[in-house]
């Protein structure tokens, strides 16, 4: 398939600036005509049903997937061709989020704090890891973890180097309603706090009710909408989603 | 400290904190006592000369560091994928440089580790005879770049099919192929195929350095063709890692 690379005009930077982002995966195309826009101090919901190329998405944008044609410009950088300046300046929570299993919650977020150039010394550790509500004393291994603890361990190390623009994907899977709640509190300290850019991949409508103000919803790798959370939103949604089917 | 150097050092800590580098070792200090006995017996016996003897031990420690590098570097790239921690290592600000140079720092801790426990086998079969310095100074000197080659090579491969057993497969079967000197016979080594196939061979640039070096006690200065040889090896394999971890995509 040739993709359709049509030339997009000069815009003002933004946090995250994607248009027309076509990404081909071998021969089949992934993503064709994703578009995004994220200001600084916004918290932005990007939806879609399983499959829809969110998470190809986010791997575009942190240049860990090449796109074909189209612009894709994070904190006025080229993803693909400034990957190392990029990642010292945004965080992310990958949706797979592994980690090294035998070091304890401190020894893996001091060592990738050493990786960001920073040291966290004992009062800078506590405040990551009670941050995302982790207890500082606990020295199990990582292992010995829940999905949920692992979860916010992703989160304190996506917010080790203080970025400006943070990109979580699916950042509240495997947590109970309490630890919900305290990593949308998080965010929304984040954004409003600090101004710092927020994309939440996510497929829950509430965590998007509650913390964004625009949406993008990706469906078979295109976008099929891109403004505010407006109202009745889980209809939409499904309108939005059914579209191509009905078709 | 480098990026890398903190790369290295926690690949050195895993193989340790995983259990996995202690096993590695342990085999390989069975597998040369096992040889260093029989080594040693024929000796006794007057079946094998002393310089012949080492040279064996020699070729052997090298092949078993090669072996070493290579099942760590197949699971360099490729074991961190499946165990989901490649992304967030991807994601943190690495250069391709600080990921390849950071990985085969774990290799080359491994590497020196096994040197070091090959050091009381080669004294134990070979101090009672003549050139056990040359021998544990060619180990090092040709040794090192064969076996860190063939680490940069896993590792290229292990970026370039994201899966262990593919990585793992693809490098055994190149290290069988470029460590057959250790078991072609001589016949066969002197036809013109396998005169071809030493000049060109990193594994049998080393053998033949062994061979020349400590059973027919000729200088440095015959063997630098050869170590340019396996210098090759490793610019070229290091070339070929950094390529395939570029290019890597998720």
Same mark, same amino acid.
């Given at each position: 398939m040739t993709p359709n690379c049509a030339a997009s005009a000069e815009r003002p930077a933004r946090l995250v600036d994607v248009r027309d982002l076509v990404v081909f995966i071998?021969?089949?195309?992934?993503?064709?005509?994703?578009?995004?826009?994220?200001?600084?101090?916004e918290i932005y919901g990007l939806l879609g049903p399983n499959g829809a190329g969110k998470s190809t998405t986010i791997a575009a944008l942190t240049g860990l997937r090449r796109p074909v044609c189209g612009k894709v410009s994070v904190l006025g950088l080229d993803p693909w061709t400034r990957r190392v300046a990029l990642h010292a300046a945004i965080g992310v929570l990958p949706e797979q989020s592994g980690f090294y299993e035998?070091?304890?919650?401190?020894?893996? @977020?001091?060592?990738? =704090?050493?990786?960001?150039?920073?040291?966290?010394?004992?009062? =800078?550790?506590r405040a990551q890891l009670e941050r995302v509500g982790l207890d500082a004393a606990n020295r199990k291994a990582i292992g010995t973890y829940s999905r949920g603890w692992k979860q916010r361990l992703g989160l304190a190390r996506a917010l080790l180097n203080e970025p400006r623009l943070v990109i979580l994907d699916e950042p509240t899977n495997g947590l109970d309603p309490r630890g919900r709640r305290e990593i949308h509190d998080v965010l929304l300290g984040l954004a409003r706090d600090r101004g710092a850019g927020v994309l939440l991949c996510t497929h829950l409508l509430d965590d998007v009710e509650r913390l964004c103000s625009r949406i993008g919803v990706i469906h078979e790798g295109r976008t099929r909408f891109e403004g505010p959370?407006?109202?009745?939103?889980?209809?939409?949604? @499904?309108?939005?989603?059914?579209?191509?089917? =009905?078709? | 400290m480098s990026a890398a150097l903190l790369l290295a050092r926690k690949e050195s800590a895993e193989l340790v904190k995983s259990g996995r580098g202690l096993a590695w070792l /342990? !085999?390989?200090?069975?597998?040369?006592?096992? $040889?260093? /006995?029989?080594?040693?017996?024929?000796?006794?016996?007057? $079946? $094998?000369?002393?310089?012949?003897?080492?040279?064996?031990?020699?070729?052997?420690?090298?092949? /078993?560091?090669a072996l070493l590098a290579v099942l760590?570097? !197949?699971d360099a790239i490729a074991g961190e994928k499946e165990r989901g921690s490649l992304v967030p290592l991807l994601l943190?600000? $690495?250069?391709?440089?600080d990921i390849v140079f950071g990985k085969i720092g774990g290799q080359l801790a491994a590497w020196a580790v096994a040197y070091l426990i090959a050091l009381p086998y080669v004294w134990a079969v070979g101090s009672s005879g003549q050139?056990?310095?040359?021998?544990?100074a060619y180990l090092a000197l040709f040794g090192t770049p064969v076996v860190l080659g063939f680490g940069f090579y896993a590792l290229g491969l292990s970026a370039r099919f994201g899966s262990v057993r593919g990585a793992l497969a693809a490098s055994l079967i190149t290290l069988i192929l470029l460590a057959s000197p250790l078991v072609l016979g001589p016949g066969l080594r002197q036809s013109a195929v396998g005169r071809i196939f030493d000049a060109v061979n990193p594994f049998a640039a080393a053998l033949n350095s062994f061979d020349s070096a400590v059973i027919d006690s000729q200088p440095l200065s015959m063997q630098l063709g050869r170590l340019g040889v396996a210098l090759v090896w490793l610019a070229l394999a290091f070339w070929f890692a950094r390529r395939s971890v570029q290019a890597l995509e998720i």
């Open positions: 071998g021969d089949r195309p992934v993503l064709d005509g994703v578009r995004l826009r994220l200001e600084a101090g035998w070091m304890s919650a401190p020894e893996y @977020l001091r060592w990738f =704090a050493r990786l960001y150039g920073r040291r966290l010394d004992d009062t =800078a550790l959370v407006g109202e009745r939103l889980e209809e939409r949604y @499904l309108e939005l989603t059914a579209a191509r089917a =009905a078709a | /342990l !085999a390989l200090s069975v597998a040369l006592s096992a $040889l260093s /006995l029989l080594l040693v017996s024929n000796t006794e016996l007057s $079946l $094998l000369d002393n310089a012949q003897v080492v040279y064996m031990v020699m070729g052997t420690v090298t092949a /078993l560091g760590l570097g !197949a943190a600000p $690495l250069s391709t440089g050139n056990l310095g040359q021998a544990v």
